[in-house]
């Protein structure tokens, strides 16, 4: 048998991939009144291959999801209406697209909520205030602790997103259980301070995000569901005393749902270099023999890791952020072993339709090459 590689061909579940280099879902806050707008179209499809499999921004659930600036939803008609075409362009070049579905929980801010209500979590805790890159403090407010009776009501937003992801044409969903937002928050027993069924106990305190697995797969069918987790992450003061038991339990859990892929953030880039050097080399390796489906990496990859990663079957795909946002024809450049544009990350987040979204150049483009 041939070796494997990132441009081996794969198959999950009922989709044809031709390669296993993964669009990762990147907030680009390009979307007025959290509405996909027309640019977005050429944003996807510039970064769509025959056969290649890509994942959405984060989209909100409910108008309580959203914390950030820009971001899109999909919990109304407009916003249905405003990814359709979006997701044509993918189907149209032959891509596999799947909206990544989310809730900001206590990440949020007064601002972004409705009537200026507080934002919803699984506890009253705020967020630290956090130093941003321009020397400004973000300050954070207290968040609703969500009461019992009101956990059924976020779990029916999330199963309500997806089925109006399928309505707008995606082939299946993500949900966003990862980077310190509102399931995550429930994850991790440095914010979950609940004394219900949905704290204390690692079981209690992964039962919201299997709710909603069992919701959304009730829904849609699990062979359109895929999950983000990030167990070793600390993001937004959002970390665990026992990543590894948080990381192998949800991989177990969700075999009970036929799930169609796990999708994992590396520790190598969420954790203190002194608690880095003391893990295991491949950390993610148990939740990889745990999980039946397929199982997706990310995690500051380049190529040469992407390439090595598969060879010794440490996973199935490869997902690809900051590379694929500047380089919309990454797979091709992988290929190749052509050089790389480099992402400019003042203007990630910005409103311009074009500058940082649609305007790197493909390899074709480039004069000397």
């Known amino acids: 048998m041939a070796s494997l590689s990132l441009f081996s061909r794969y198959k999950m579940g009922k989709f044809d991939l031709s390669h296993r280099v993964v669009h ?27 056969g290649g499999f890509l994942i959405s921004e984060a ?33 149209n070049k032959g891509g596999v697209f799947f909206c990544q579905i989310w809730h900001t929980g206590r990440a949020s801010h007064l601002d972004y909520q409705p009537n200026g209500q507080a934002p919803i979590s699984c506890t ?12 400004r403090i973000k300050e954070y407010p207290s968040p609703q602790c969500l009461q019992t009776d009101e956990i059924p009501h976020i779990v029916h937003d999330f199963k309500i997103a997806a089925r109006n992801a399928i309505e707008a044409g995606f082939d299946g969903i993500e949900i966003h259980a990862a980077n310190g937002y509102l399931i995550d928050q429930f994850f991790k027993d440095s914010v979950n301070d609940r004394k219900d069924e949905y704290g204390g106990s690692l079981e209690n305190r992964c039962r919201f995000a299997l709710d909603i697995v069992q919701s959304v797969v009730n829904e849609i069918g699990g062979d359109r569901v895929g999950i983000r987790l990030s167990p070793y992450a600390n993001y937004l003061d959002c970390w665990d005393s026992n990543p590894d038991e948080l990381g192998l339990y949800m991989a177990k859990e969700l075999n009970k749902y036929d799930i169609l892929y796990c999708h994992v953030v590396e520790p190598r880039i969420t954790v203190p270099k002194e608690i880095l050097e003391s893990m295991p080399s491949r950390p993610l390796f148990p ?29 199935d795909l490869v ?9 919309p024809d990454l797979p091709k450049r992988f290929k ?12 990630f987040y910005t409103s311009d339709p074009v500058i940082g979204y649609s305007d790197y150049p493909f390899l074709d483009s480039l004069k000397d090459v």
Do not use: C
């Open 336 to 347: 190749l072993k052509a050089p790389l544009n480099k992402y400019d990350r003042s203007t």
């Open 24 to 50: 990762a879902p990147l907030t680009r806050s390009r979307s007025n009144d959290n509405v996909p707008q027309p640019h977005t179209i050429l944003y996807y499809s510039q970064r769509t291959t025959e």
């Open 319 to 327: 997902a690809f952020g900051h590379l694929f946002l500047a380089n």
């Open 124 to 135: 009253n805790k705020p967020v630290l205030p956090k130093k941003l890159s321009d020397g």
């Open 59 to 91: 989209t909100g659930v409910s108008d309580t999801a959203h914390g950030y600036p820009r971001t899109p939803g999909i919990w109304n008609k407009e916003q249905i209406e405003g990814w359709k075409p979006i997701v044509d362009a993918v189907h």
């Open 287 to 315: 939740m990889r023999v745990a999980f039946d489906g397929t199982f997706i990496v990310a995690g500051g990859y380049d190529g040469e890791d992407g390439e090595k990663v598969i060879k010794e079957g440490n996973a």
